[in-house]
């Protein structure tokens, strides 16, 4: 027969059970409410700001083909035209693309591959450090450095351009892709390292025959997180865009990119023109969207 004190302890190991699984439950409830939560809060945003921006296409008789292609952005004179501003977010996501790759890529193969562990341990933290500075630092820094610089060296009536959006996008996306591809290139096994060298190949030639294209999966990610980062920037761009609406012809041209013209406007804007700024954060959106899904099959592609 069961004693008292073994029904006691029995007793207690099911009380203690009970509440295992009473926190158990709990949390996974907590959980799946967070991860609602954000869902939720990703679709109240996108459907207002498409509800918002496609209202002047669908009820107000605009064109979405005149608002792409347009050249002229008036709102006094209903004139709302971004062919200009998408034009100026390409050239500069590129530019920054062409300076801020190679140079956070060799960054991170040195990091990672060259550097010794005690210079290693200094820089990389430093850089990552750089993610944490707010944007419109890296804006006053290019106010004050870049544009005096170029406008003194290139003989500019303003500094306020093109390059010198680029230099400061260049700049702010390095961060980024040198830690996601210096984790992608530290992850590649230590044996394709050493069966490269036991063949012959030179230190230089198994990083960039063997490693660099074993990892290649996170570093494409890496370029296409620093691509995003440089699509969006907002406050960074507004003090050394110059803000002129035209088409960019030349590096020196003052720009005004699709982030800076909805940052400028929206705090007075009202009616149509505010409508035609969500509409210009829809095409933004869009691009980024395209950008994730271009991440999601490179994530998938290097899983397999």
């Known amino acids: 027969m069961t004693t008292q004190r073994e029904y006691d302890v029995q007793q207690q190991i099911s009380k203690g059970n009970k509440r295992k699984y009473f926190l158990e439950s709990l949390s996974s409830k907590i959980f799946l409410a967070c991860a609602l939560l954000s869902v939720v809060s ?3 945003i996108v459907g207002f700001v498409f509800y918002k921006g496609a209202n002047p296409f669908v009820t107000g008789g605009y064109s979405f083909l005149d608002f792409i292609f347009g050249s002229d952005w008036v709102p006094s004179e209903d004139k709302f035209g971004i062919f200009p501003m998408i034009v100026a977010s390409i050239y500069a996501t ?12 060799l960054t991170a193969i040195f990091l990672a591959e060259i550097a010794p562990k005690s210079v290693a341990k200094i820089v990389s933290p430093a850089i990552q450090l750089l993610a944490g500075i707010p944007s419109v630092l890296y804006g006053v820094f290019g106010l004050a450095i870049i544009v005096p610089f170029l406008q003194n060296n290139l003989g500019l009536a303003r500094g306020q351009s093109l390059i010198a959006v680029i230099l400061v996008l260049a700049i702010m ?3 980024t892709i040198v830690t996601v591809a210096e984790t992608a290139i530290r992850a590649v096994p230590k044996t394709y390292r050493e069966g490269s060298l036991a063949l012959g190949v030179s230190q230089i030639g198994t990083i960039f025959k063997v490693v660099v294209p074993a990892a290649k999966s996170g570093i494409m990610a890496a370029i296409v997180l620093g691509l995003g980062r440089a699509l969006g920037e907002t406050m960074a761009v507004i003090l050394v865009a110059g803000n002129s609406l035209i088409i960019p012809t030349s590096l020196t041209d003052s720009v005004r990119p699709l982030t800076t013209n909805i940052a400028l406007e929206m705090g007075y804007a009202a009616g149509t023109h505010q409508e035609m700024l969500f509409a210009t954060g829809i095409v933004l959106f869009s691009f980024i969207l395209l950008l994730n899904f271009v991440l999601s099959r490179i994530t998938a592609k290097g899983a397999k």
């Open 42 to 44: 990703l679709l109240l």
């Open 94 to 105: 590129i530019g920054a693309l062409i300076i801020g790759v190679p140079v956070g890529l």
């Open 173 to 175: 996306m390095l961060p």
